[in-house]
């Protein structure tokens, strides 16, 4: 995450420099990386608020590019986005700037997969002092 913020500013300031400055960005197929890079960046400098709204953005550019690019991003990738919009828009995020160390984990059973691979949704729940303070756990869509 550190180095993604550095990249983003490091691409504001240069197109800060001067009206002329344009950035080119390319990975192999145009997909994963640079779609996280630019849709964060579409964060970043407030030409979209959500992440779902700046990485359909990137897709539809994507799409007329290229129509049969399909898929352009992971699920990892798609959450680095949304880690983005939310350090951006929320009005409280959960970044902790202390050292936080892992004590216990505990898993309740083995995970079950469905023959595509598609069920097993893991999640993270921490306490402290007996008390839940964060879960990742999110309602199906």
């Known amino acids: 995450m550190k180095s993604l913020c550095h990249v983003i500013d490091v691409m504001d300031r240069w197109l800060l420099v ?7 960005v390319h990975c192999p197929n145009g997909t994963g990386n640079t779609a996280l890079l630019l849709s964060t960046y579409f964060l970043a400098c407030g030409l979209y608020k959500s992440s779902v709204s700046a990485l359909q953005y990137y897709a539809n550019c994507r799409y007329m590019a290229n129509p049969s690019s399909g898929g352009i991003i992971s699920a990892s990738q798609k959450r680095y986005v949304e880690y983005v919009e939310t350090m951006l828009y929320n009005p409280n995020p959960l970044i902790h700037t202390s050292t936080v160390i892992l ?29 839940k303070i964060l879960s990742t756990l999110r309602e199906p869509d």
């Open 103 to 131: 004590v216990d984990l505990s898993l309740s059973s083995v995970p079950l997969f469905s023959v595509n691979r598609s069920n097993c949704k893991p999640f993270l729940e921490v306490f402290e002092n007996g008390k």
């Open 18 to 24: 001067a009206p002329e400055n344009i950035l080119i």
